[in-house]
């Protein structure tokens, strides 16, 4: 047991205060965290939350691109049907009134149409040489038919893109060559999930682990990082401007309706398109009896 006379004489001994102090010394100093690195956790946020932010963009690019294609082949004729019945009935008018002001509104009606579609093009995509397709029964009938044709990639082909999205990104290279490597993947992984091919996004997978690993740099100089952040900032700000002309364009409002059921929303205007083309061929019947 240590007295207390002993105290302060151990107190005294530069050996015995070495122990206790070092800790806090050297050792202590070697821990401290240095200013880059709090740069460089900023950093490595900001291209996660980047790369987060072009895979959801993306999807929803694939998303209208899809449903864009699907609404021209099965609604586009329909489309051309209102235009040419709104020409001849505003025509229709102009003969019964013979008014200067009727007679302009049914030119400019008429400049507006496109050729009238024949049968056939009116049920392109509807209709073979054994008739009309389930789908286009369903419309005139009533009756259920198979589901229609996806629009969007499936659930699993989403979760392999996102996986190699994140994995692969060319955002989280630090060297030119590295970077171009990884553009060139991504280029495919975009084409394979636009088509939605599952298979060839599973080979994409297999061939990225197969790979070399990416090599990481640590960035240790302020300027360096301060750069980098401004740069994806920038980024930031050209994927927005891309995500809000998507968002406001006129397929983008429709799917964002509905984003978990397109297929539904495409019935449910055809259904009002339809309704719509049944009454302005009765409102011209009338004109013209």
């Keep these: ?8 004489t151990q107190a005294e001994r530069p050996d015995a205060a070495a122990p206790s102090q070092d800790p806090e010394g050297a050792a202590g ?28 963009v993306e999807t929803f690019r694939v998303e ?24 001849q009935i505003a025509e229709a008018k102009a003969a019964r009134t013979g008014d200067p002001e009727d007679q302009r509104k049914a030119e400019e009606a008429r400049a507006r149409v496109l050729p009238m579609p024949s049968v056939d093009e009116l049920f392109h995509g509807w209709m073979d040489g054994d008739g009309l397709y389930p ?4 419309m005139l009938t009533g009756q259920s038919v198979r589901p229609p044709e996806r629009v969007r990639p499936s659930e699993e082909a989403r979760r392999l893109y996102r996986e190699l999205a994140r994995k692969a990104h060319p955002d989280l290279a ?8 990884r553009d060139e993947f991504i280029t495919r992984v975009n084409a394979a999930y636009a088509r939605g091919d ?34 994806l900032s920038r980024r930031k700000e050209l994927i927005s401007l891309v ?13 964002r309706m509905a984003p978990d059921d397109p297929d ?14 049944s009454e302005r061929e009765a409102e011209l019947a009338q004109l013209l009896a």
């Design 64 to 87: 209208v691109e899809n449903f864009s294609r699907l609404h021209h082949q099965r609604l586009g004729p329909v489309y051309a049907r209102l235009d040419e019945l709104d020409a």
């Design 198 to 231: 599952e298979t060839l996004l599973r080979e994409l997978s297999a061939e990225w682990a197969a790979g070399p690993a990416p090599e990481e740099q640590r960035l240790s100089e302020s300027e360096e990082l301060y750069a980098r952040l401004e740069w």
């Design 264 to 277: 539904r929303l495409l019935e449910e205007v055809a259904e009002q398109l339809l309704a719509q083309v």
């Design 1 to 8: 047991m240590t007295t207390p006379e002993a105290e302060p």
């Design 243 to 255: 995500a809000k002309e998507l968002e406001e364009g006129a397929i983008g409002s429709m799917l």
């Design 135 to 138: 789908e286009a029964g369903a």
């Design 174 to 181: 630090q060297e030119e060559a590295e970077r171009k490597r």
């Design 29 to 56: 100093a070697e821990r401290r965290e240095r200013p880059e690195e709090r740069l460089e956790r900023a950093v490595r946020a900001a291209e996660q939350a980047l790369i987060e932010y072009e895979i959801a």
